[in-house]
């Protein structure tokens, strides 16, 4: 039997890891964006297949299209039990992002095509006005302080359609 889902108490004592920082909405803060994450989550020991490609389409898309001159956009990572979090928020929130079909041989486009594929879940919420947050969870492999499973509850705001 699995001691740490046996065990309550070890569920209190599993650590909570959080980083967060404000880059400037250029290609420049949206590569920085991915350099500092993957950073952190190699210090955390968390596996870097996925995270960093999410970390780096939700950057790009808030230097892109959530790009407000004067107004920056936070990246925010949190590991809970057995889930890794990334958020990024920026100040367009009247612009909620989908999933579009890419246009032929269009270069853009594919952004939230690719976090789909790779994020277990995805989103956005909207407010503080005029601010959103675009979000996506990975479920991370059982490991040392992470707990394999019901440590992620109630982080989820939604799934993707």
């Known amino acids: 039997m699995n001691q740490e889902i046996a ?3 070890a569920r209190l004592t599993a650590p909570i890891r959080n980083s967060s920082v ?18 952190q989550l190699r210090a955390w020991g ?6 960093p490609h999410v970390v780096a389409e939700l950057a790009a898309n808030a230097a892109t299209h959530g790009r407000v001159p004067g107004r920056d956009f936070r990246l925010t990572l949190y590991v ?3 889930t890794l979090r990334i958020e990024v928020a920026d100040t367009r929130g ?3 992002p989908r999933i579009q079909d890419p246009v032929g041989e269009a270069e853009s486009g594919r952004g939230l095509v690719l ?3 790779l994020a277990d879940r995805w989103g956005a ?3 503080p006005p005029p601010r959103k947050t675009v979000w996506a969870e990975i479920d991370l492999p ?7 499973c019901g440590a992620g509850d109630g982080l989820s705001q939604g799934t993707h359609e």
């Not at 404000?22 to 950073?39: D, H, I, K, N, V």
């Not at 968390?46 to 995270?51: E, M, S, V």
């Not at 059982?142 to 394999?148: A, D, E, K």
């Open 7 to 9: 065990d309550p108490e």
């Open 22 to 39: 404000l880059l400037s909405p250029t290609p420049r803060g949206a590569r920085l964006a991915r350099l500092l994450a993957t950073e």
């Open 46 to 51: 968390i596996p870097l297949d996925r995270a």
């Open 80 to 82: 809970v039990g057995g």
């Open 94 to 96: 009247d612009r909620v």
């Open 115 to 117: 976090v789909d594929a």
């Open 125 to 127: 919420v909207t407010g």
């Open 142 to 148: 059982p490991g040392p302080g992470r707990l394999c």
